[in-house]
C-alpha cells in the first residue's frame, strides 16, 4: 500500500521507515528543508537507536521517501498519517491541535481521490470529528475517511514497539473502507500475533491518554512511596518488588527516582485534567498526578542540597545523566532541568556529563560544564549525581570515581548501587526510598 507521514518527528519518522521495513511505500514529508536534507544525508534529526540503519536499508530499497512537497507527497496514498506535534497550549495546558488541523486542510485540498487520513499524533477526544468537518468542508462530496491510530512508542525501544506491540488500536467511524485499509497496513503483524484493536474513534483518543495517565500515576505513587519509606525507615526496593509480583498491579513503572519527564507523560496528563475539566468530569487522581510530579523534581535539587549538609554555595555537583530517560537525546521536561535550576539557586556549580544529550541540553542549562565522560565530571566534585539511568553508569569504576573526587558523596537518584558496593568504595551513599536516607 502507498502510505504518507505528515511530519518527521519522533512519531512520524520512526512509523514511517517501521511501515517500509514491512513492504509498504512510504513517503515522509515535512515543511523544514533542512531536516529533509539532513535525513537524505543520513543524520537523523532525534537519537534513537538503529533509526539511521533502518531509514538508509529503505531509503536503498526505494520504499523510503521523503518530501517537502506535501501535495505531490499524498497523490495516490491509500492512508495518509498525520504525525504532527500536539504541544501543551501556551496559557491553559490544553494541547494545540493547530498543526494537526493545518496538516489535515492541507491534505483534503491535495488529494486525487478516495483515502483514509489517519491521526497517529495523540490528540484529546473529538479530535477526529473536527479533522473530518474540516477536510468535508474543503472537499466536499470527497470520500475521505478519518481514523485514528495513536502510537504506543518509548523512546528508546520505539522500533522494537513498533514491529512488536502490545496492541494496535484503531478507531473507525464503522466504515468499512477504512476498516479494511487499516488491516492491510497491519497485516505484516499477524507473524506477531500483536492484537489489532478495532473500536471507536473517540474511545482509541481516549485509550491513548487513558494509558499515559496510568503509567504516570503508577510512577507517582512509587515515588510518594519512596518518602514514605525515607520516613519510616522502610527500602522501596523492597516494597516495589513485593507490590510488583502482585499480577494485578505488575513490576513496571514501579522504580522510584526523580519523577517523570518526556515528550508524552507531562502535557499528556495535563491534556486529559483539561478534558475532564471541558466535561464536568474532573479527573482528581491525575489532578494530583500532575502536581506531585512538578514538585518532586525541585525537590530532588533539595534532596542534593541537603546532603551537601545543607549548603551548596561555591561547591562543585556532578550531574549523570542529562536526558529525562535513557536511549534518547530528548530534554522535554527532563528532572535534570529542575535539578539544575534548583542547585543553581543555591549557589552550586554544575558539571554533567550525558551520553547524547549534551547538544541539546548545553542551551537549556548555559550555567553547566559539559564533561567527556563521567570520570573527568566527578573530577573535584563534592558531589556525583546518577540522574538517569544509562547503561553506561551502571558498572563505573566507584573507586576510581570517590578518589577523583573532593567530597566522595554519591547521590543515587536511580537506586542503581547497593549501599555495600558504594560504601566499600569509600563513597558516603544517598539513595531514593532506603533506609538511612538522607
Known sequence: MKITMIGTGYVGLVSGACFADFGHDVVCVDKDAAKIDAILSGRMPIYEPGLDQLVANNAAAGRLTFTTDLAAGVKGADAI?????????????????????????????????????????????????????????????????????????????????????????????????????????????????????????????????????FLATKITFINEMADLCEAVGAEVQDVSRGIGLDNRIGSKFLHAGPGYGGSCFPKDTLALVKTGQDYDTPIRIVETVVQVNDLRKRAMGRKIVKALGGEARGKTVALLGLTFKPNTDDMRDAPSLAIVQALEDAGARIVAYDPEGMDVAKPMMPGVSMAKDAYEAATGADALVLVTEWDIFRALDLKRLAGSMNTPLLIDLRNIYPRSEAEAAGFALTRVGGKGVI
Open 81 to 213: 498519517f498525520i504525525a504532527v506535534g500536539t504541544p501543551s497550549r501556551r496559557g491553559d495546558g490544553h494541547a494545540d491541535l493547530s498543526y494537526v488541523y493545518a496538516a489535515a486542510r492541507e491534505i483534503a485540498q491535495a488529494v486525487d481521490g478516495p483515502t483514509v487520513i489517519v491521526t497517529k499524533s495523540t490528540v484529546p477526544v473529538g479530535t477526529g470529528d473536527e479533522v473530518e468537518r474540516i477536510v468535508h468542508e474543503v472537499r466536499p462530496g470527497m470520500d475521505i475517511q478519518v481514523v485514528s491510530n495513536p502510537e504506543f512508542l518509548r523512546e528508546g525501544a520505539a522500533i522494537s514497539d513498533f514491529k512488536r506491540p502490545d496492541r494496535v488500536v484503531v478507531g473507525t467511524t464503522g466504515n468499512e473502507r477504512a476498516t479494511a485499509v487499516m488491516a492491510q497496513i497491519y497485516r505484516p503483524l499477524n507473524l506477531n500475533q500483536a492484537p489489532v484493536m478495532f473500536t471507536g474513534r473517540r474511545t482509541a483518543e481516549l485509550i491513548k491518554y487513558a494509558a499515559n495517565a
